[in-house]
């Protein structure tokens, strides 16, 4: 009996272990660069919060369930030339919001929907606004800064 306990705990913790280590390789890399002016905004450091909420699609209806609670990932100073990276799981909405002086903006940074199947969500926020890219190369405007 005691056998069959420790194969059944063996196999828990294997299990536990792949699983983790599945949702890890489903992972998608978040990147943003604080490309701004260095001369006009070298000490003016932008405030970012980044917060996620995790979703689930219903498979009757199709549609994109928010559960009702948001994690804080990350929260930090971003000064010009700083990029910050991070990973997202393939579930997870990412929110981004910034501060800038008195301009603010928002995005999703991470959209599941949008954005599944992509190794990479790259963000460049400039002086009109946020740009994504999925190559790092080619940028869309998504979001302009807003005043207060």
Request: glycine share 6%; with cysteine; charged share 20%.
């Amino acid at each position: 009996m005691a056998n069959h306990r420790l194969l059944f705990s063996l196999a828990l913790v294997i299990y536990f272990l792949c699983a983790t280590l599945h949702a890890e390789s489903c992972t998608t890399s978040f990147e943003m660069k604080n490309d701004l002016p260095r001369g006009k905004y070298a000490d003016v450091p932008m405030d970012v919060v980044i917060t996620s909420v995790d979703i689930a699609i219903t498979s009757e209806t199709n549609k994109v369930i928010d559960h009702p609670w948001l994690k804080v990932i990350d929260h930090r100073l971003l000064k010009v030339g700083e990029t910050l990276k991070c990973g997202v799981t393939q579930n997870a909405i990412m929110y981004v919001g910034a501060i800038l002086g008195n301009k603010i903006a928002s995005v999703h940074g991470f959209d599941p929907i949008k954005d599944a199947g992509h190794e990479t969500v790259f963000w460049l926020v400039k002086e009109d606004g946020f740009y994504f890219s999925y190559d790092n190369a080619s940028w869309k405007k998504d979001s302009p800064w807003e005043t207060e």
